[in-house]
C-alpha cells in the first residue's frame, strides 16, 4: 500500500501460495484514474486511523 500511495511500482513482494506467483506492476496502468486517485486517498485515510497500515520498509 505504501508504494502504491507514493506513486510507486514495489521493487519486491511477499511470498505468496499463489502457484503462478505475483508480480509488481503500476496499478495506473490498469484501474481507472478516478479509481487509483480515490483508492490511494483511502489508504491515506484508512493509515491514519490504524497505525502501523502503511509501513514505512518493505518486506
Known sequence: ???FVKGKVS???????????VRSTDLR?????AV????GEAFKAFGKKIRGTLRKTPY
Open 1 to 3: 500500500m505504501t508504494d
Open 11 to 21: 521493487a519486491s513482494l511477499p511470498d505468496c501460495s499463489y502457484i503462478p506467483g
Open 29 to 33: 496502468n490498469v484501474l481507472p484514474a
Open 36 to 39: 487509483h486517485s480515490r483508492l
